[in-house]
């Protein structure tokens, strides 16, 4: 069967971009990978990530799964669905932006214990958090991402570019910690939340601008 190297490449974009902004919040694994990567090592942090990359795959799964059972209704209605999936990401971004991520903090344990154990502990941390899944429905809908009618392959690759774009951040991340370990300080945490909050709430505020003015096109 025929495949559209510009329909995968589409795909490949949007599910690195969901991937990305699904794991970047300070939320509870994240101030948990920074606080690993700090006092165990990089690796350590990012072994943190692969396990919360995990939990978010399992429910980007779960989001598409619910999404596709109405998807008739969905792609009457993809307007309105953008706009709404805009508006919950803009809602998104203004609380991760309000929050403050060093009430999270936990004093060090002391022991580094195993890969396997702090990547259990990244993935049981995040999978106890199933409000991600607005966060998907957002990104979902914003980004009219993988749907019913789409090839196999299309999902399959649409699903491994979240991931990808989830062990992305983590990568990142843990090496940007890592890096300016000596310069980094826990406030630095906090101001990273508000930076990213704030890209959110305007990427997500001129989404639903285009939005509108698409329409406004449309009808003109």
Not at 26 to 39: A, H, K
Not at 109 to 132: D, W
Request: aromatic share 16%.
């Amino acid at each position: 069967m025929f495949i559209d190297v510009g329909t995968i490449l589409n795909i490949i974009w949007k599910g690195l971009l969901i991937g990305i902004v699904a794991s970047a919040p300070m939320g509870p694994v994240g101030v948990l990978c920074v606080q690993r990567t700090l006092n165990k090592g990089r690796w350590y942090g990012f072994i943190t990530g692969c396990g919360a990359a995990l939990s978010d795959i399992i429910y980007a799964l779960i989001t598409g799964l619910g999404m596709s059972l109405v998807f008739d209704y969905l792609s009457q209605n993809i307007f309105y669905l953008q706009l709404f999936g805009s508006a919950l990401l803009f809602l998104f971004g203004l609380l991760m932006f309000r929050s403050n991520p060093l009430h999270l903090l936990r004093p060090p344990s002391g022991k580094k214990g195993t890969y396997s154990k702090n990547f259990l502990t990244g993935f049981l941390v995040t999978l106890s958090n199933p409000l991600i899944i607005f966060l998907f429905i957002g990104l979902f809908a914003r980004f009219s991402f993988v749907g019913p009618g789409e090839l196999v392959s299309e999902t399959v690759t649409g699903y491994l570019s979240i991931a990808c774009g989830a062990l992305l951040w983590w990568f990142c991340l843990t090496w940007f910690i890592n890096k300016a370990r000596n310069k980094f300080n826990l406030h630095g945490i906090w101001w990273m939340n508000r930076l990213i909050g704030g890209t959110v709430m305007v990427v997500s505020a001129l989404g639903f601008l285009f939005t509108l003015l698409g329409r406004s096109l449309y009808w003109y």
